[in-house]
């Protein structure tokens, strides 16, 4: 009854007038920015960052958890209304959801959308408190083979899952570590790829490297493939759904909570593979098989419910271990770290009080976007024909204040540019942003755990594999490397060359 109890707490932080309020502003402020063309979550709260920086911890992370559900229920719309998913895990709700739109069925959609992300992030984050409690109580007796071992895992897994290649996923990789490694070296004292540059010892703000990749990069990607051409964005009125719209949706709802938050509780899990998996299912369950491929509500019901447990899911590495399994979960890391506070198997007996109150926020803020947005939904749909070129001209502006709002430094203006450039480059040549920031965020931390794990065995490489523990992750790191060529190979033998990645981006997944 731990998480019960923690959870009871947390409401009655949560639900103070000012934290309330703060709750409420997140929503907004998330659904707004994220609605707009191809603005997912991470994007959103990456702008959104360097607002919170100057609140208190506590209010900050209550508003940074309504922009986190603000910016998934906007990739939503988006992903229905324009057809132009902002995250890769919205672009199987844009299979069946831009079809509906286009016959006509929008607001059913986008009322299935917001319905189905309400009760999967209500499921998805009790479940959290549940599960979180217990999960700590085995994590707080990892060591640091352990937490090495998971940092690895993490790595491995988050460069097979995404982009086209493990090539370009380890090569991202490479580049966020080399990132991490800026500043200097704790055991040494010695300074490390600062190149004499005063203002790059102390490492470079996580906040700079999150605005500069996904905004800038971003905003640079989609000025060099510019059109002038109006987007066409289809009418819908107020969300609403039909007695048989609900009665279609709500176990499709149902399944794709089941299915999203036990993939995005694994290190690494993401919401790719779930989503697909959600889609495959309800097109196999349907009683309607004829209408997929033309607009079939189970097809948006299931996915969408996927994507927001997948997302609560994702919470549980992030606050029991420190691990973000996602690019938003990395944002949010870096976050706790702005506040200098490390997200791990101690947090709940340090900061419970943080980690109850933003749990709780959750549920208000899920609860406030789904009483805001069923009746805003045409307000929403308006904000998608602002122009690009005022979008991302506006996007480079508020990226460039909030970025040197984060330590007041011209400096960091610089570091914006060569960041957001490079991150322009990495999308040119189909190189994940993900694991660059996952990357540039956990390098340090296991870098500290691999020289303890070696200081404690007098530099024997075998202190690393001294537990079960370590070892079972190994074992799966092995696992994750070679089942996926043998499952290709087989498939290809069958004469089916079917990958699951195909159905994502390659070089887009970094919202």
């Known amino acids: 009854m731990d998480g019960i109890n923690g959870l009871i707490e947390g409401f009655a932080t949560a639900l103070t007038p000012l934290n309330l309020l703060y709750a409420v502003v997140g929503v907004v402020l998330g659904t ?27 209010q900050a992370l209550i508003m940074f958890a309504g922009i ?16 132009t998913p902002g995250e890769s895990a919205s672009v199987v709700t844009a299979i069946e959801g831009n ?9 059913a959609a986008l009322a299935t959308a917001a319905v189905g992300s309400f009760v999967a992030g209500t499921i998805g984050t009790l479940l959290l408190a549940l599960v979180a409690p217990q999960i700590v ?63 790059l010892a102390d490492g470079i703000d996580v906040v700079v490297v999150a ?31 039909s007695r048989e719209d609900w009665r279609r949706s709500w176990p499709a709802w149902l ?58 899911g994702g919470l549980v590495p992030l606050l029991t271990l420190g691990i973000p399994t996602t690019a938003t979960a990395a944002i949010m890391l870096g976050a706790f770290q702005t506040y200098a506070i490390q997200p791990g198997p101690r947090l709940l007996q340090t900061h419970p009080e943080l980690v109850w109150g933003l749990i709780a926020s959750l549920f208000i803020g899920n609860t406030v976007l789904l009483l805001l947005n069923l009746p805003l939904a045409t307000v929403w749909a308006r904000l ?81 594999v001294d537990t079960w523990f370590a070892r079972t992750v190994y074992l799966i790191v092995v696992l994750i490397l070679v089942v996926p060529p043998v499952v290709r190979r087989v498939r290809r033998g069958r004469g089916d060359d079917t990958d699951l990645r195909d159905t994502v981006p390659a070089n887009r997944e970094g919202q």
Not at 74 to 83: A, K
Not at 99 to 107: H, I, V
Not at 211 to 223: N, Q, R, S, T, Y
């Open 137 to 199: 109580k085995v994590a707080i007796g990892l060591g640091d083979p352990d937490l090495f071992a998971v940092m690895v895992l993490a790595f491995i897994a988050v460069t097979s899952v995404l982009g086209s290649s493990k090539v370009r996923g380890l090569a991202s990789l490479g580049i966020g570590l080399t990132i991490g490694l800026v500043g200097i070296d704790l055991t040494s004292g010695q300074q490390r790829l600062t190149f004499g540059i005063p203002q």
């Open 384 to 464: 998608l024909h602002i122009p690009r070129h005022y979008l991302y001209a506006g996007i480079l502006f508020f990226a460039s204040i909030g970025a040197y709002a984060a330590n007041k430094q011209s400096f960091d203006l610089w570091l914006l540019l060569i960041i957001g450039a490079l991150g322009f480059f990495m999308r040119r040549y189909g190189l994940p942003i993900v694991p660059a920031i996952i990357a540039i965020i956990l390098g340090p931390a296991a870098e500290e755990s691999l020289r303890r794990a070696l200081q404690i065995a007098d530099g024997s490489v075998t202190g690393l």
């Open 255 to 312: 399944r794709g909570t089941a299915i999203g938050f036990p993939f995005g509780a694994i290190p690494a899990g993401g919401a790719e593979i779930p989503t697909f998996l959600s889609y495959v299912t309800e097109k196999k369950l349907t009683k309607h098989p004829e209408e997929f491929g033309k607009g079939a509500i189970e097809g948006v019901a299931g996915p969408e419910a996927t994507n927001n447990a997948s997302a609560a």
């Open 99 to 107: 079809l509906m739109a286009k016959a006509g069925r929008g607001a």
């Open 211 to 241: 605005v500069a990749m996904f905004a800038v990069g971003e905003a640079l990607w989609v000025a060099a493939h510019l059109r002038r051409s109006p987007v066409q964005v289809i009418k819908v009125k107020a969300a609403r759904m």
């Open 68 to 83: 986190y559900y603000g910016g998934m229920y906007g990739g939503s719309t988006t992903s229905i209304l324009l057809n």
């Open 32 to 58: 707004a920015i994220g609605v707009l063309p191809g603005i997912g979550p991470a994007m959103t709260i990456a702008l959104l960052l360097p607002l919170t920086t100057s609140l208190d911890v506590q």
